[in-house]
């Protein structure tokens, strides 16, 4: 099943506009990340915020994370036409089963589209 | 390092064959993943490794599908035998301790 869920399911913009995704999900978290995915390609890691984090930045992005309301957005600035792509929160548990490596759940994205 | 690298990047086959999707993780990263996507359920965590043992493989989709790791520069993916609604994107990814995973390009299995 899918922890987390994107919103909105699409979002289409302006060059230049700031775009925002969210995402939900419903049980504890260790870290919560966000990844692009070009169509026909491999998801690449944008960023990874913590539970104890509340907000991080890496260049045009910032990422919230408010775990009381167990959400997350994903802010870009300034979008360009090479940001167009899907956006998936995947979210990590807070119990390692074994091993060192926590398993992640993805949503289902969003699919962004910024027109030139 | 080249990345998480995977092939075929695509494969089509006919129902009832045998499938082998092959993957080789980002050196020194100790946990591999394979993951399958599709338009109707997503992105999903089919099995993953941890310094080559398997650690959860409870979204394998039934007995055709099995996996290996013999070391920790190569991982396959075995479908057999096949069918149609095992069409969809596999990806696999690497990682090393807590961080972010690094997909491969995937396969893109077409069952026909």
């Known amino acids: 099943s899918q922890q987390g869920e994107e919103d909105p399911q699409a979002l289409s913009i302006q060059e230049g506009e700031n775009a925002t995704m969210n995402c939900s999900y419903k049980t504890s978290i260790n870290n919560l990340q966000w990844y692009r995915q070009n169509s026909g390609r491999g998801l690449v890691h944008l960023i990874l915020?913590?539970?104890?984090?509340r907000e991080k930045h890496s260049g045009r992005l910032r990422v919230t994370l408010d775990t009381s309301k167990k959400s997350s957005s994903l802010l870009i600035t300034a979008s360009r036409a090479a940001d167009t792509a899907s956006y998936f929160c995947?979210?990590?548990?807070?119990?390692?089963?074994?091993?060192?490596?926590?398993?992640?759940?993805f949503g289902s994205g969003t699919q962004l589209t910024v027109l030139p | 390092d080249a990345g998480v690298i995977q092939s075929p990047r695509h494969e089509v086959t006919e129902m009832g064959q045998e499938v082998t999707l092959r993957c080789k993780p980002i050196?020194?990263?100790?946990?591999l993943f394979w993951y399958r996507q599709t338009m109707m359920r997503g992105l999903e965590l089919l099995i993953y490794f941890n310094n080559n043992v398997p650690i959860d493989d409870s979204g394998m989709p039934e007995d055709r599908f099995s996996a290996k790791m013999p070391n920790a520069s190569f991982s396959t993916l075995k479908i057999q035998p096949s069918e149609p609604r095992d069409s969809a994107v596999y990806f696999c990814?690497?990682?090393?301790?807590?961080?972010?995973?690094?997909f491969g390009s995937g396969t893109r299995l077409t069952v026909v």
């Open positions: 915020i913590r539970s104890n984090e």
């Open positions: 995947a979210t990590a548990p807070p119990i390692i089963s074994s091993g060192s490596a926590r398993q992640l759940t």
């Open positions: 050196s020194g990263h100790n946990s």
């Open positions: 990814a690497s990682s090393l301790g807590d961080g972010g995973y690094t």
